[in-house]
């Protein structure tokens, strides 16, 4: 009895330290993940005010908009069109079936909580 009590804690624990842990992504980590990873097609901050593909999306337009940006950024890799060519250091790529469409990378979750952390340091490009 006392054991399943001391486990439950101790899941709870370490549940609760998962989940602090993923809300203090490095902002300095994040940075550099978007650069390398994200600059190919969205412009980032001011890395590549002229650069990126025009169709995408600037990660100024993306971000502090919408209510539920945060959310977004948080499963970018899953949504379109990233899922075909991004994969998860320990959990693969999204969407095996679909033909890697672009040079497919590979991040880590916690890569995604620093990009997390670094987007909020941008300054969302005001309505036209
Ligand atoms: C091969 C090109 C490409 C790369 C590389 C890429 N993206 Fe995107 N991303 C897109 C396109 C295109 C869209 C717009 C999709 C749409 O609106 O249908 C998009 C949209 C997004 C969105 C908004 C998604 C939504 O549903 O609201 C986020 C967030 C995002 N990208 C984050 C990232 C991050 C972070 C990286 C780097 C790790 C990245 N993207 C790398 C092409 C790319």
Redesign the pocket.
């Known amino acids: 009895m006392r054991s399943t009590a001391t486990a439950a804690a101790l899941f709870l624990l370490g549940a609760t330290t998962a989940l602090m842990a993923q809300d203090e992504g490095s902002i300095d980590k994040g940075r550099k993940?978007?650069q390398k990873?994200?600059t190919?097609?969205?412009v980032v901050g001011n890395f590549n005010p002229n650069g990126g593909?025009s169709?995408?999306?600037s990660?100024q337009l993306?971000v502090k908009r919408?209510p539920d940006?945060q959310e977004?950024?948080q499963t970018?890799?899953a949504?379109?069109?990233?899922p075909a060519?991004?994969s998860i250091k320990g959990i693969g790529r999204i969407r095996p079936d679909l033909p890697p469409?672009?040079?497919p990378?590979e991040?880590t979750e916690k890569?995604?909580q620093h990009?997390s952390a670094f987007?909020e340091t941008l300054k969302p490009k005001k309505k036209p």
């Open positions: 993940v978007a990873h994200c190919r097609c969205h593909i169709s995408t999306p990660f993306l919408r940006y977004r950024f970018f890799y949504r379109r069109p990233h060519f991004l469409n672009a040079m990378v991040l890569d995604v990009i987007v």
